[in-house]
């Protein structure tokens, strides 16, 4: 596994804790002789009273207070726990956690002196990695590719906040543990890692860091190259394009030890670039001359694939605006469709998109610590949504205004600005190379993917381009699934090497080997609850039937039905704008908006209506994306619609399949907004919806949770008609008044078998 999909797995897991407050005497903090000797004080405070909902951040969070406290033996045997029973494989991930387990190793010798330690812990280093195959070693020497000042910061920005008072929360105290424990540990023994492994990377590899790329135009590309010390011919190149700075050289020994040689272009301004960072903006400009002169170097054999997944899925998108002919394949994962499921979904900008803009945009490498803040965003989250102030003035409540997040409010719709950073109609008709793409029933960009692979469907004629989806989440669906998702313990069948797939892939494509096994048709899906894949010619076949309910009401209670009703009713709801007594902020542990997969119980806003149907009589695959024709009427010009699926088992669990949001004045196109006639029915057709594949056990239900989407995750639409990133509390005016008709349906795809 590699360090950017532990990051994924690690670094977003800080929250679901519990509010117990103990006491935090700062003074004895006040200084690194009493922090080191309080530290370890605090964290035997909290290890017999730490619990979290969630069992990954309950594991991980565990083994660094334990660590912190001096328990060693108990740590080394959570980090396995935790390789087992989060990540599904204790062996594979042995490598997690190296730089504690070495540290440990070497401080039970009790070595006397600085040499001593030195010497021990080399030798410790070693036995350890040693053990590892080539991709756990290259896991191993990626932990120590950060920045020690950095970790200081971070760790006195956390131990700041916490001297704000004379109590900590039991969280907060294990995430100042977590940042404590880095830390300490990197002061201790960076420097000496760094001369091990600069000794392993002279003996094994050829590597340059420090690549420049000049374009056309005098911009600047900064690049990373590693390639075997032992392999004196041209390779394939393997290469990704990666806004995320930092990391670059463990990507690059990943992709040779693999085989070929590795190549990290960072986009234009990160790294060594002096440019400016604005990101999605400039990348399909430059991608053809940065492939341009990969080709050209002595080390490449004229064959490039191209891989990686988020921002990363959208670069190599990018990059097909003008196919250079060195790319043989690309291998987008969990693709990011700017301007369609971010910075907005639907037409619906996200809070997050100004966090995100923080992390990537605040230097030129990434800024980790203020993406970690979960506490500030979730404060500047909740602020903007207390006050009512437009969501155009939430850089300012943040205290750090940023025209990049201004420029993006500006285009609110899919207008030419998001269209020229990406293919558009014909021009995908011209993307001549096989495909490889993944994403996941869970997946917050799934609506990106598919965007991207049914533009394709729609304008080219080679059908070149395979589909894996199964149930994983954003970070799964880039190369290791997690064995648990929200209280769900995926089927044993979906428990695939993604990341091992994806070399495959390029063996096939680059070097003639056969095709991956897993890829028996163009789409290959994994039916959950089957335990199964499924391999289709096209996403159409995901299913061969349709099941349609209608609304229906009596008297407070809300039901689905497969007749249409004999006379069209509506079901009238009062969404008062000025309530703000709700604040559910999405917390890092949140599965695609869900808090849990699995769930007894749902706790719907009190502006969302619950729909229920009959239990079905036999089991039932839903399979696909569902369809909604909501014929409605209001007091506005303009809605957000939130529409969410459940399974409700006959015990009674709530199984959650997908959670859909669309902004109606753009329903029916998304590059121009149609405003609502006030008080007139009209119909909303949502077709942009995420896909799922689940089959469902007799005596199940179908729940549809829906309403007017408001809360501090995403901008308001008040329903006035003017922009809405512009909008504030005193455009709502009256509450918003609507009719849900009953002559409205939900259609469900699915699969007989």
Same mark, same amino acid.
């Given at each position: 596994m590699t360090k950017?999909?532990?990051?994924?797995?690690i670094?977003?897991?800080?929250q679901?804790? @519990?509010?117990?407050?103990?006491?935090?005497?700062k003074?004895k903090f !006040? +200084? =690194?002789l *009493?922090?080191?000797?309080?530290?370890p004080l605090l964290?035997?405070?909290i290890l017999p009273?730490?619990?979290?909902?969630?069992k990954?951040?309950f594991?991980d969070?565990?083994a660094?207070?334990?660590f912190?406290?001096?328990?060693?033996?108990?740590?080394?045997?959570n980090?396995?726990?935790?390789s087992?029973?989060?990540?599904?494989?204790s062996i594979a991930?042995?490598?997690m956690g190296?730089i504690y387990?070495?540290?440990a190793?070497?401080i039970t010798k009790a070595?006397k002196?600085?040499?001593d330690?030195e010497?021990?812990?080399t030798?410790?280093?070693?036995?350890l990695?040693?053990?590892?195959d080539?991709?756990?070693?290259n896991?191993?020497?990626?932990?120590?590719e950060i920045k020690?000042?950095?970790?200081k @910061?971070?760790?006195?920005?956390?131990?700041?906040?916490?001297?704000a !008072? +004379? =109590?900590? *929360?039991?969280e907060?105290a294990?995430v100042?543990?977590?940042h404590?424990?880095r830390y300490?540990?990197?002061?201790k023994?960076?420097s000496i890692a760094n001369?091990?492994?600069d000794?392993?990377e002279?003996?094994?590899?050829?590597?340059d860091k420090?690549?420049i790329?000049?374009?056309?135009?005098k911009?600047?590309i900064?690049?990373?190259m590693v390639r075997y010390?032992?392999?004196?011919?041209p390779q394939p190149?393997v290469?990704?394009?990666?806004?995320y700075?930092?990391?670059e050289?463990?990507q690059c020994?990943?992709?040779?030890?693999?085989?070929y040689?590795?190549?990290i272009a960072?986009?234009?301004?990160k790294?060594l670039s002096n440019?400016?960072?604005?990101?999605y903006?400039?990348?399909g400009?430059d991608?053809y001359?940065i492939?341009d002169?990969?080709s050209k170097?002595?080390?490449?054999?004229?064959?490039?694939?191209l891989?990686?997944g988020?921002?990363?899925?959208f670069?190599?998108?990018?990059?097909m605006k003008k196919v250079?002919?060195?790319?043989?394949?690309?291998?987008?994962l969990?693709?990011?469709g700017?301007?369609i499921d971010?910075?907005?979904?639907?037409?619906?900008f996200m809070?997050?998109?100004l966090?995100?803009i923080?992390?990537?945009?605040?230097?030129?490498?990434t800024?980790?610590?203020?993406?970690?803040?979960?506490?500030?965003?979730?404060?500047v989250f909740?602020q903007y949504?207390k006050?009512?102030n437009s969501?155009?003035?939430?850089d300012s409540?943040?205290?750090?205004?940023?025209?990049?997040?201004?420029?993006?409010l500006?285009h609110?719709?899919?207008d030419?600005?998001?269209?020229?950073?990406?293919p558009?109609?014909?021009?995908?008709?011209?993307i001549n190379i096989?495909i490889?793409?993944?994403?996941g029933y869970?997946d917050?960009?799934q609506l990106?993917?598919?965007?991207?692979?049914?533009?394709?469907?729609?304008?080219n004629k080679?059908?070149n381009?395979?589909?894996?989806i199964g149930?994983y989440?954003?970070?799964?669906?880039?190369g290791h699934?997690?064995?648990e998702?929200?209280?769900?313990?995926?089927?044993?069948?979906?428990?695939?090497?993604?990341n091992?797939?994806?070399?495959?892939w390029?063996?096939y494509?680059?070097?003639?080997?056969?095709?991956?096994?897993i890829?028996?048709?163009k789409?290959?899906f994994?039916?959950m609850g089957?335990n199964?894949w499924?391999?289709?010619a096209s996403?159409e076949?995901?299913?061969?039937?349709?099941?349609t309910?209608?609304?229906?009401?009596?008297?407070?209670k809300?039901?689905l039905?497969?007749?249409?009703p004999?006379?069209?009713?509506?079901?009238?709801q009062?969404v008062?704008?000025?309530?703000?007594?709700?604040?559910n902020i999405?917390?890092?542990?949140?599965i695609?908006?869900?808090?849990n997969?699995i769930?007894?119980i749902i706790?719907?806003e009190k502006h969302?209506?619950v729909?229920?149907?009959?239990p079905?009589s036999?089991?039932v695959i839903i399979s696909?994306?569902?369809k909604?024709?909501?014929k409605i009427?209001s007091?506005k010009?303009?809605?957000?619609?939130?529409?969410?699926?459940y399974?409700k088992t006959?015990k009674g669990?709530y199984?959650?399949?997908s959670?859909?949001l669309?902004?109606a004045?753009l329903?029916?196109?998304?590059?121009?907004?149609?405003?609502?006639?006030p008080?007139k029915?009209e119909t909303?057709?949502?077709?942009q919806?995420?896909i799922t594949?689940?089959e469902?056990?007799k005596?199940?239900?179908?729940v549809i949770v829906?309403?007017?989407?408001k809360n501090?995750?995403?901008?308001?639409?008040?329903?006035?008609?003017?922009?809405?990133?512009s909008e504030t509390l005193?455009?709502a005016?009256?509450?918003?008044?609507i009719?849900w008709?009953?002559?409205?349906?939900i259609?469900?795809?699915i699969?007989?078998?």
């Amino acid at each position: 596994m590699t360090k950017s999909i532990i990051i994924l797995l690690i670094c977003f897991s800080f929250q679901i804790g @519990t509010s117990q407050k103990i006491y935090f005497d700062k003074s004895k903090f !006040s +200084d =690194s002789l *009493s922090i080191s000797k309080n530290m370890p004080l605090l964290a035997k405070k909290i290890l017999p009273i730490y619990k979290n909902a969630n069992k990954a951040t309950f594991l991980d969070s565990y083994a660094r207070i334990q660590f912190v406290a001096g328990d060693y033996k108990d740590m080394e045997r959570n980090f396995v726990t935790y390789s087992q029973e989060v990540l599904g494989d204790s062996i594979a991930n042995r490598p997690m956690g190296f730089i504690y387990k070495a540290y440990a190793r070497t401080i039970t010798k009790a070595p006397k002196s600085n040499s001593d330690f030195e010497g021990t812990f080399t030798a410790e280093f070693y036995r350890l990695y040693n053990s590892f195959d080539n991709n756990g070693k290259n896991w191993a020497e990626s932990y120590y590719e950060i920045k020690l000042a950095e970790m200081k @910061t971070n760790f006195e920005s956390r131990l700041k906040t916490a001297q704000a !008072s +004379d =109590s900590i *929360s039991t969280e907060d105290a294990a995430v100042l543990c977590r940042h404590y424990s880095r830390y300490f540990i990197y002061s201790k023994t960076l420097s000496i890692a760094n001369k091990i492994i600069d000794k392993i990377e002279a003996d094994t590899y050829i590597i340059d860091k420090n690549i420049i790329i000049t374009l056309p135009n005098k911009s600047t590309i900064s690049g990373t190259m590693v390639r075997y010390r032992n392999v004196s011919q041209p390779q394939p190149v393997v290469m990704k394009y990666n806004i995320y700075a930092g990391n670059e050289l463990s990507q690059c020994k990943e992709i040779a030890n693999m085989g070929y040689v590795g190549f990290i272009a960072n986009t234009r301004g990160k790294n060594l670039s002096n440019d400016p960072i604005e990101p999605y903006e400039h990348d399909g400009d430059d991608a053809y001359y940065i492939l341009d002169w990969v080709s050209k170097q002595p080390w490449c054999n004229g064959k490039i694939g191209l891989y990686g997944g988020s921002y990363l899925g959208f670069a190599q998108w990018s990059a097909m605006k003008k196919v250079h002919p060195a790319l043989k394949t690309i291998v987008p994962l969990v693709s990011v469709g700017a301007g369609i499921d971010f910075p907005m979904q639907n037409g619906i900008f996200m809070s997050y998109a100004l966090r995100w803009i923080h992390y990537v945009a605040n230097n030129k490498l990434t800024d980790l610590g203020d993406f970690q803040n979960s506490k500030k965003w979730d404060e500047v989250f909740s602020q903007y949504y207390k006050s009512g102030n437009s969501f155009r003035s939430l850089d300012s409540i943040e205290g750090n205004p940023s025209p990049l997040f201004q420029r993006w409010l500006d285009h609110p719709t899919y207008d030419t600005y998001w269209q020229n950073m990406t293919p558009q109609k014909e021009a995908f008709a011209n993307i001549n190379i096989p495909i490889l793409s993944t994403t996941g029933y869970y997946d917050d960009d799934q609506l990106g993917a598919m965007y991207y692979y049914n533009q394709y469907q729609k304008y080219n004629k080679t059908n070149n381009y395979y589909l894996i989806i199964g149930p994983y989440d954003h970070g799964g669906s880039q190369g290791h699934p997690k064995k648990e998702l929200g209280g769900y313990v995926i089927d044993e069948a979906a428990n695939i090497p993604i990341n091992t797939i994806i070399f495959q892939w390029f063996d096939y494509i680059l070097k003639d080997a056969k095709r991956p096994d897993i890829l028996k048709d163009k789409v290959n899906f994994e039916i959950m609850g089957k335990n199964e894949w499924k391999s289709v010619a096209s996403l159409e076949k995901m299913h061969n039937q349709d099941l349609t309910f209608y609304l229906s009401s009596k008297d407070t209670k809300y039901s689905l039905q497969k007749t249409a009703p004999k006379k069209t009713t509506s079901i009238n709801q009062i969404v008062d704008f000025k309530d703000r007594s709700e604040i559910n902020i999405y917390n890092d542990n949140y599965i695609n908006g869900f808090p849990n997969v699995i769930d007894s119980i749902i706790k719907p806003e009190k502006h969302l209506l619950v729909f229920e149907s009959d239990p079905i009589s036999e089991p039932v695959i839903i399979s696909g994306s569902l369809k909604a024709s909501l014929k409605i009427s209001s007091n506005k010009k303009d809605i957000d619609v939130e529409l969410q699926l459940y399974e409700k088992t006959a015990k009674g669990q709530y199984f959650a399949l997908s959670n859909n949001l669309q902004r109606a004045s753009l329903a029916k196109d998304r590059t121009k907004r149609q405003l609502l006639l006030p008080n007139k029915i009209e119909t909303i057709d949502i077709n942009q919806t995420f896909i799922t594949s689940k089959e469902l056990q007799k005596g199940s239900s179908i729940v549809i949770v829906m309403g007017v989407n408001k809360n501090p995750n995403w901008e308001v639409n008040y329903g006035s008609g003017k922009d809405v990133s512009s909008e504030t509390l005193a455009d709502a005016k009256e509450p918003l008044e609507i009719k849900w008709y009953t002559n409205s349906t939900i259609t469900l795809p699915i699969l007989k078998l």
